[in-house]
């Protein structure tokens, strides 16, 4: 199974935000749709579902942005340790023949 990266979470990110956009059009076109008809109860509910949809689908996105910066930061912390370890391991190396006074 693959990991996901932060690369995969910035697309997701980024298709979740081309949903935002279609999700507000389709909103409007529909409550319009209901006003003109007369049904001024559903177009509002149509564009209050369309909202929450909206602001949901741009939580997530936002969400996604969030965890993929979080996880280029640990993909760094983790380089810097593993160089740190190889420093200090390299640095024992070195110093394995001197314990004689050499």
Same mark, same amino acid.
């Given at each position: 199974?693959?990991? &996901?990266?932060?690369?995969? @979470? =910035?697309? *997701? !990110?980024?298709? #979740?935000?081309? $949903?935002?956009?279609?999700?507000?059009?389709?909103?409007?076109?529909?409550?319009?749709?209901?006003?003109?008809?007369?049904?001024?109860?559903?177009?509002?509910?149509?564009?209050?579902?369309?909202? &929450?949809?909206?602001?949901? @689908? =741009?939580? *997530? !996105?936002?969400? #996604?942005?969030? $965890?993929?910066?979080?996880?280029?930061?640990?993909?760094?912390?983790?380089?810097?340790?593993?160089?740190?370890?190889?420093?200090?391991?390299?640095?024992?190396?070195?110093?394995?023949?001197?314990?004689?006074?050499?």
């Amino acid at each position: 199974m693959e990991s &996901v990266t932060a690369g995969h @979470l =910035r697309s *997701a !990110a980024r298709i #979740a935000d081309a $949903l935002v956009y279609a999700i507000g059009v389709a909103g409007v076109i529909a409550g319009g749709l209901l006003l003109r008809r007369g049904d001024l109860g559903f177009a509002i509910v149509a564009w209050s579902l369309t909202f &929450v949809g909206g602001a949901t @689908l =741009r939580l *997530a !996105a936002w969400m #996604a942005r969030g $965890l993929a910066e979080v996880l280029v930061r640990q993909a760094n912390l983790q380089a810097a340790v593993s160089d740190l370890q190889a420093d200090k391991v390299a640095e024992q190396r070195r110093g394995a023949g001197r314990h004689w006074g050499l």
